[in-house]
């Protein structure tokens, strides 16, 4: 059974995150019915907290006809979604603007109070982001909201947002043994204000596991999914396929020690990181269930830890505080994102 964290103002969630994106379509066509079975799966698993958002194309609403179907897993579940407003709806984004979306990702759960709103803004340089999230505040004080938190900041705008006087419960961002641009700022920061991190990206998109041991270089063309091409992006950054094949050999080699395997190793690393309280894991159907739940009993050494920080990198990994490289909509990594969803969502 996955264990469950507690979050600062005692609200407890489960340790591995169930994630959303993956039932958006593009990860490949969406089953109803065989999605809900799976979702009542993993809430039997212990994987009781959901991730999704605004922008998920159909997820809030799939995740609120599991709620009505299952209705005693419901009483279970913790559901994170998220508040995205499009790139080019920041100018106007207002109360009016806020409380609709919001008011939409109720109706389509099926709730009277979101658990946590995970909010995010496309371009720090459109004013607004302080004052959208003093909204969410004040939306968290009448009842709307269980709890403000924020994905993909860095660490100065995040501390801007806490210091007008939104106590921010969690913070959703990229952070796995290929990308540890949380641990230059954002980490102290989050440890020192009880702001948990939930981590997306600990498998890379699955490129952390046997699969890709040992395998040729791909082509971003060749890659199934837009997920592989932006973990593709991330590994070139960090330092590339040889690296990338000599961390994948050292996790061999602890997976092998604890009858475990690459992906579990990868995420039980992250997780056992400080300040981290979750990893969020994309799932389009069970297969990888029994891995997830066995991440809960497996005991990484100090040794095993060494060797994972260590010994196999050559140059320095990315650069930067946690979403920048993402944030240039001009570079590699930019190009590939969406930026107005609000509407198809
Ligand atoms: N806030 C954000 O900007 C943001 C960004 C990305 C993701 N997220 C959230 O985080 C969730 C997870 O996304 P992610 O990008 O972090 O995906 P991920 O978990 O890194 O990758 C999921 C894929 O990895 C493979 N996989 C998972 N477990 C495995 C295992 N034990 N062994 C081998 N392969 C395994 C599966 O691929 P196969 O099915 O092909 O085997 C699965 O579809 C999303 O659904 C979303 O909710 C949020």
Redesign the pocket.
């Known amino acids: 059974m996955i264990p469950k964290s507690v979050l600062r103002d005692g609200f407890e969630i489960s340790q591995i995150?169930?994630?959303?994106?993956?039932?958006?379509g593009g990860?490949g066509a969406i089953d109803a019915t065989a999605a809900q079975r799976d979702m009542a799966a993993f809430v039997e698993a212990g994987i009781t907290t959901f991730?999704?958002?605004n922008i998920?194309t159909g997820?809030e609403q799939l995740i609120g006809d599991f709620r009505r179907n299952y209705p005693e897993h419901a009483k279970r579940l913790q559901i994170f979604t998220?508040f995205?407003p499009d790139l080019g709806d920041l100018p106007n984004v207002d109360r009016h603007y806020v409380g609709s979306v919001i008011d939409r990702s109720l109706t389509r759960l099926g709730v009277e109070q979101l658990d946590a709103v995970?909010f995010?803004w496309w371009d720090y340089s459109v004013p607004g982001y302080v004052e959208t999230a003093l909204e969410l505040e004040r939306l968290r004080r009448t009842g709307k909201i269980g709890r403000v938190s924020v994905?993909?900041f860095d660490t100065p705008r995040l501390k801007q947002i806490v210091d007008a006087g939104v106590p921010v419960a969690s913070h959703?961002?990229?952070y796995?043994l290929i990308d540890t641009r949380p641990e230059l700022h954002m980490v102290d920061y989050c440890h020192a204000r009880d702001i948990a991190l939930l981590?997306?990206?600990?498998?890379?998109?699955?490129?952390?596991?046997?699969?890709w041991l040992g395998h040729p270089e791909p082509s971003c063309e060749a890659l199934?999914?837009r997920?592989l091409v932006?973990?593709k992006l991330i590994l070139d950054d960090f330092g590339g396929w040889e690296s990338f094949q000599r961390l994948l050999a050292v996790l061999q080699q602890i997976a092998t020690r604890h009858e475990s395997?690459?992906?579990?190793v990868a995420?039980r690393a992250i997780l056992d990181r400080r300040g981290v309280t979750a990893?969020?894991?994309?799932?389009?159907?069970t297969?990888?269930l029994p891995?997830?739940t066995k991440i809960a009993t497996l005991v990484l050494t100090d040794e095993d830890q060494t060797l994972l920080t260590d010994g196999w990198r050559e140059k320095a990994g990315l650069l930067g505080d946690v979403?920048t490289l993402?944030r240039d909509r001009a570079g590699r990594h930019g190009r590939i994102m969406k930026y107005e969803l609000t509407k198809t969502g």
């Open positions: 995150i169930k994630g959303g994106w993956h039932l958006a990860h991730d999704c958002a998920y997820v998220k995205v995970q995010h994905t993909n959703q961002l990229q796995s981590c997306y990206g600990t498998v890379a998109g699955g490129f952390l596991s046997e699969r199934a999914n997920s932006k973990y395997d690459i992906a579990s995420t990893a969020i894991v994309g799932a389009t159907n297969a990888h891995a997830h979403y993402e």
